[in-house]
T-cell receptor, first 116, second 111 residues
Framework: DTAVSQTPKYLVTQMGNDKSIKCEQN?????MYWYKQDSKKFLKIMFS???????INETVPNRFSPKSPDKAHLNLHINSLELGDSAVYFC???????????????FGSGTQLSVL | KQEVTQIPAALSVPEGENLVLNCSFT??????LQWFRQDPGKGLTSLLL?????REQTSGRLNASLDKSSGRSTLYIAASQPGDSATYLC??????????FGPGTRLSVLP
């Protein structure tokens, strides 16, 4: 059983379209995250949710809107896609979100988004 | 603002060699530092976590050290195997509860 699963694995779309990426975790964790890995391979936090509540919202265009219907799901909706949105997007989860207590992050396998 | 760099960007070694991967961070105010492994088409797997009060952690053939004063961490891999081929990322947890990742070192272990 996959602990953190995200779909789709690949997403190719035209500029200006709206698309969603879904993420689900079956670990019973309270906190979920979205990270973006750009072409230079840097992973950067975008959002984190704890029990459906937004905790971290980094400087991300408001075309990106996370939605958490329950603590096991965190979806990412992107409006009006731009060329610069092309990247790999990773979902992750952690037990409580209290990362300073040395709990680990568990990552999904990523969604490679290509905007043409 | 925390910045993390990793040297080298890529490394190719013959099987059986011992090797060291380097990670540097600009802000020593970190809670902990983690080393991750990333395989192509897959997510990241946490390998080792070093708390800010610790100097090193070991797991099997892997040993990670942390020197907060110099802002450096190293990942030592003993007796490397082809299965170790992957990208290795280090990440520091800052006081804003964010992980700041380095760009990774792409390791190839040749049979």
């Amino acid at each position: 059983d996959t602990a953190v699963s995200q779909t789709p694995k690949y997403l190719v779309t035209q500029m200006g379209n709206d698309k969603s990426i879904k993420c689900e975790q079956n670990l019973g964790h309270d906190t979920m995250y979205w990270y973006k890995q750009d072409s230079k391979k840097f992973l950067k936090i975008m959002f984190s949710y704890n029990n459906k509540e937004l905790i971290i919202n980094e400087t991300v265009p408001n075309r990106f809107s996370p939605k958490s219907p329950d603590k096991a799901h965190l979806n990412l909706h992107i409006n009006s896609l731009e060329l610069g949105d092309s990247a790999v997007y990773f979902c992750a989860s952690s037990p409580s979100g209290r990362l300073a207590t040395n709990e680990k992050l568990f990552f999904g396998s990523g969604t490679q988004l290509s905007v043409l | 603002k925390q910045e993390v760099t990793q040297i080298p960007a890529a490394l190719s070694v013959p099987e059986g060699e011992n090797l060291v991967l380097n990670c540097s961070f600009t802000d020593s105010a970190i809670y902990n530092l983690q080393w991750f492994r990333q395989d192509p088409g897959k997510g990241l797997t946490s390998l080792l976590l070093i708390q800010s009060s610790q100097r090193e952690q070991t797991s099997g053939r892997l040993n990670a050290s942390l020197d907060k004063s110099s802002g450096r961490s190293t990942l030592y891999i003993a007796a490397s195997q082809p299965g170790d081929s992957a990208t290795y990322l280090c990440a520091g947890l800052n006081y804003g509860q964010n992980f700041v990742f380095g760009p990774g070192t792409r390791l190839s272990v040749l049979p």
